[in-house]
């Protein structure tokens, strides 16, 4: 029973993942297209096109394994005017689908959305949910399927149960303008027994502790988007930039290195964070491109960033030439801004700033073999895809830090910005087939660490 809940729960996490990798990577298709939406089933043959479904959380975790959301769906319009509404349970896999606290959640939302692409929209939603203390880094397919085969997990997760308030002004399509208001419950959650096809029955690394509390949300969240192609974007910008202020008291704090938080912090906690992720495309020529990415995040005002929404860099998402997490005895840490001292059970983030540049160039290949290749599209599950091989020579450097009283290389007066040669630096070169990419990638402000091999399910940025 084990054996046949583990294939079956591998299958769905990899047709889960992959699949709108898949979907970006479709060439032309001459095949009639599917028509089954046109014709509904029995339960949804109604002008309100509701039913049940069973569906994906589209992550794997160490904490959740894969959860599997089930419940009832409505859609309804009228004239510009659409309804969305959703009452979801959860059940995870992990501890083979055990029926505990950890493993059940659930997700209700409400929408009402005016105008198909300029208008606004207003939600509302309550959730139990476990949600990753960075979300900016890697991308929900590459962390899963990392995950699922490799045993390495490359997010560190805490539990929301609370609910929340949403107002959206759509500008046009994809891009927008949103304020939430939440009240939540933040808790700290433990790795489980998760199933991996490499390296399964292996300990994970430990899920950090969080500050765990009651906390007030207000955020205030712009998105511009002018590129080209939203998953393959050869021009254009995409502007991200989010401002989150925090109030709430605490119960249990999580742990962190002495430099991080020196002074036991009060139950009360009220706070100012921001974030901003600028990219921009550049077509140089049919077959070249030049690409660039700024990530400016951190504390604004206030008291200490509770553990959560602390910041870090390292790993196959921000400098991949550094190991993700890798605890250095003696060394000063600027990715997770530790004091060089043991880190805290999982060596959580901890920066209260971060800066990250990259920087990269690519150059479409063409050859014989490639034409032969893509002369037929190859289908899965209906899909057509090209293969379509790109080169990749990229750049990057990235660092976080601390707030507060000048110390060393870590810690920074709040008007401070660390000297360029402090910050962490790469090099690296890749194949991207636009299905699947393989990169190497090797430290250059740490010449002796060893070069890093990966692999990429979505672009690099």
């Known amino acids: 029973m084990t054996n046949t809940v583990i294939r079956v729960t591998s299958m769905f996490v990899l047709i889960a993942c992959a699949a709108p990798v898949l979907a970006r990577a479709q060439g032309a298709d ?39 959301m089930v419940g009832p769906v409505l859609h309804d319009s009228v004239k510009s005017a659409e309804l969305n509404a959703s009452v979801m349970g959860i059940i995870r896999s992990a501890n083979t689908f055990h029926w505990d606290d950890q493993n059940l959640g659930h997700r209700v939302t409400a929408e009402m959305r005016v105008g198909r692409g300029r208008g606004y929209a207003l939600g509302a939603s309550s959730y139990d949910v476990m949600t990753p203390v960075e979300t900016w880094q890697l991308p929900d397919p590459d962390a899963a399927l990392a995950a699922l085969f490799g045993h390495r997990d ?21 891009s927008s303008l949103a304020f939430d208001w939440s009240d939540e419950r933040w808790a ?23 500050d765990a509390g009651r906390f007030h949300l207000g955020v205030l969240r712009a998105n511009i988007d002018t590129r080209n192609d939203e ?18 008291t605490t119960t249990d704090l999580g742990v962190t290195s002495p430099l991080a938080r020196p002074t036991l912090a009060s139950p009360r906690v009220s706070y100012g964070r921001g974030l901003v992720d600028l990219r921009r495309y550049n077509r140089l020529s049919p077959t070249t491109w030049f690409n660039a990415r700024l990530v400016l995040g951190g504390w604004l005002h206030g008291d200490e960033l509770p553990v959560e929404r602390r910041f870090s860099v390292g790993g196959i998402g921000t400098v991949p030439g550094f190991d ?6 003696g060394t000063v840490d600027v990715s997770q801004c530790s004091n060089g001292g043991p880190p805290p059970p999982g060596n959580p983030a901890q920066c209260e700033r ?12 063409h050859s014989s073999l490639f034409d032969f290749l893509n002369a037929r599209a190859i289908r899965l599950r209906g899909i057509g895809f090209t293969v379509e091989p790109t080169a990749v020579a990229f750049v990057d450097a990235g660092r976080g830090w601390l707030v507060g009283q000048p110390s060393g290389t870590l810690q920074y007066s709040s008007h401070s910005f660390p000297r360029f040669g402090t910050f962490r630096t790469d090099v690296g070169l890749g194949l991207d087939l636009g299905l699947i990419g393989l990169y190497a ?6 010449p002796k660490e060893p070069a890093n091999v990966f692999l990429r399910v979505r672009r690099r940025f």
Do not use: C
């Open 30 to 68: 001459t095949v009639a297209r599917d028509t089954l939406n046109e014709h509904p089933g029995w339960w949804s043959r109604t002008s309100r096109q509701s039913g049940l479904i069973v569906t994906s959380g589209k992550t794997y975790n160490r904490v959740e394994g894969l959860p599997v």
């Open 188 to 210: 700290s959650v433990n790795a489980r027994r998760v199933f991996s096809v490499f390296g399964n029955g292996k300990s994970w690394r430990a899920n950090p502790l969080v």
């Open 324 to 329: 993700f997490r890798k605890y250095e005895p």
């Open 354 to 365: 971060v800066a990250l540049g990259q920087l990269e160039y690519r150059n479409e290949l």
């Open 441 to 446: 990638a090797k430290a250059v402000s740490s």
């Open 231 to 248: 998953d393959n974007p050869s021009t254009g910008w995409l502007i991200v930039a989010e401002y989150e202020r925090g109030t709430g």
């Open 154 to 174: 490359f997010r560190d997760h805490f539990n929301r149960h609370g609910a929340k308030a949403t107002a959206t002004f759509n500008m046009s399509a994809r």
